[in-house]
């Protein structure tokens, strides 16, 4: 190929990446989120969606992380990622538009088994660049650049977690960064998403500095975990029985706990059942918009399965 012919392939290659049409999808508002247990008064629903679309790529949806007050970046178990604007009226969710979904990885890998990306973090500190958690990986954590929207630049990172537990099936499942002024500020910290066989609690670890312990309540795993704007860390847990179907909690944990070589609880904010417009919930964000609330976005994991929904659900932290 020439070199004229080139650079003429490479321009129609930016020019189509730049003119991709929207991804269709069908929203269905949910008005409301239904009964719940946890503290009166410390969250209110804003809305949520049920989405969905006939692009087989489209669901497994594992981990949120916000670009701006309006922009969702969302991460899939098979290498994909979604950047899509959430449409508020009145601080409310209303709709999704301007939805893109590419591959995750450079190599164009969507595998399982290579790409189960199971959760997304963007520095407070500095929105373009984030940081990836995936399961049965050596390589387990990944750094990346946000670039015209895209991860360039993925680099592994070091966790400091036994080899075991960074390819089991059962591993890193939250990553979250610490916010500025808190003790942890601009450290990473990931977690695990259930306690090795054989003990109590759920392993986390400051990223290169070394591991503490979560309390494990009521057989609950743990799906996400973001930081407050405070220093706190809130937890995103779900647990699934075949006798009381699913549920998911989200449970806060002191930020001047968390340290190495620290065992770590904290209180339940909201529980919610098969009574709820809840799924399979994995991915956990939180931000701030444009009135100074805190904003906690929650996506759901469909599986690829005609059974299940991807629900995307916005509360309000109103207690702080």
């Given at each position: 190929?020439?070199?004229?012919?080139?650079?003429?392939?490479?321009?129609?290659?930016?020019?189509?990446?730049?003119?991709?049409?929207p991804?269709?999808?069908?929203?269905?508002?949910?008005?409301?989120?239904?009964?719940?247990?946890g503290?009166?008064?410390?969250?209110?629903?804003?809305?949520g969606?049920?989405?969905?679309?006939?692009?087989?790529?489209?669901?497994?949806?594992?981990g949120i992380?916000?670009?701006?007050?309006?922009?969702?970046?969302?991460?899939?178990?098979?290498a994909?990622?979604?950047?899509?604007r959430?449409?508020?009226?009145?601080?409310?969710?209303?709709?999704?538009?301007?939805v893109?979904?590419?591959?995750?990885?450079?190599?164009?890998?969507?595998?399982?088994?290579?790409?189960?990306?199971?959760?997304?973090?963007?520095?407070?500190?500095?929105?373009s660049?984030?940081?990836?958690?995936?399961?049965?990986?050596?390589?387990?954590?990944?750094?990346?650049?946000?670039?015209?929207?895209?991860?360039?630049?993925?680099?592994?990172?070091?966790?400091g977690?036994?080899?075991?537990?960074?390819?089991?099936?059962?591993g890193?499942?939250?990553?979250a960064?610490?916010?500025?002024?808190?003790?942890?500020?601009g450290?990473?910290v990931?977690?695990?998403?259930h306690?090795?066989?054989?003990?109590?609690?759920?392993?986390?670890?400051?990223?290169?500095?070394?591991?503490?312990?979560?309390?494990?309540?009521?057989?609950?795993?743990?799906?996400?975990?973001?930081?407050?704007?405070?220093?706190?860390?809130?937890?995103?847990?779900?647990?699934?029985?075949p006798?009381?179907?699913?549920?998911?909690?989200?449970?806060?944990?002191?930020?001047?706990?968390?340290?190495?070589?620290?065992?770590?609880?904290?209180e339940?904010?909201?529980?919610a059942?098969?009574?709820?417009?809840?799924d399979?919930?994995?991915?956990?964000?939180?931000?701030q918009?444009?009135?100074?609330?805190?904003?906690?976005?929650?996506?759901?994991?469909?599986?690829?399965?005609?059974?299940?929904?991807?629900?995307?659900?916005?509360?309000?932290?109103?207690?702080?």
């Amino acid at each position: 190929m020439t070199r004229l012919a080139s650079l003429a392939l490479v321009a129609l290659l930016v020019s189509a990446r730049a003119s991709a049409a929207p991804l269709d999808v069908t929203v269905r508002l949910l008005e409301s989120f239904g009964s719940t247990g946890g503290p009166e008064g410390v969250l209110e629903f804003l809305g949520g969606l049920d989405v969905s679309s006939q692009d087989r790529r489209f669901g497994g949806f594992s981990g949120i992380d916000m670009i701006d007050a309006e922009t969702a970046f969302i991460v899939s178990d098979s290498a994909a990622f979604v950047r899509a604007r959430l449409v508020h009226e009145d601080g409310r969710l209303v709709g999704l538009s301007d939805v893109d979904l590419q591959g995750l990885f450079p190599n164009g890998d969507m595998s399982k088994q290579a790409g189960d990306a199971e959760d997304v973090a963007l520095d407070p500190g500095n929105p373009s660049h984030g940081v990836i958690v995936r399961e049965r990986q050596a390589n387990a954590m990944l750094t990346f650049d946000l670039v015209e929207g895209r991860p360039e630049n993925i680099e592994p990172e070091l966790v400091g977690a036994p080899d075991h537990v960074l390819r089991s099936n059962r591993g890193l499942e939250s990553v979250a960064y610490a916010p500025p002024g808190s003790p942890l500020a601009g450290e990473v910290v990931a977690i695990a998403e259930h306690n090795p066989r054989g003990e109590a609690d759920i392993p986390g670890w400051i990223a290169g500095k070394g591991g503490f312990t979560i309390v494990r309540r009521d057989e609950y795993d743990i799906s996400s975990a973001r930081f407050l704007p405070d220093g706190d860390l809130m937890l995103l847990e779900r647990r699934y029985s075949p006798a009381w179907g699913i549920a998911m909690r989200l449970r806060r944990i002191p930020g001047d706990t968390i340290e190495v070589g620290a065992k770590v609880d904290g209180e339940i904010v909201l529980d919610a059942g098969m009574t709820s417009q809840i799924d399979n919930m994995e991915g956990l964000a939180i931000s701030q918009d444009d009135a100074g609330r805190t904003i906690l976005t929650i996506v759901s994991d469909d599986n690829f399965s005609v059974l299940q929904r991807t629900l995307i659900l916005q509360f309000a932290l109103v207690d702080d």
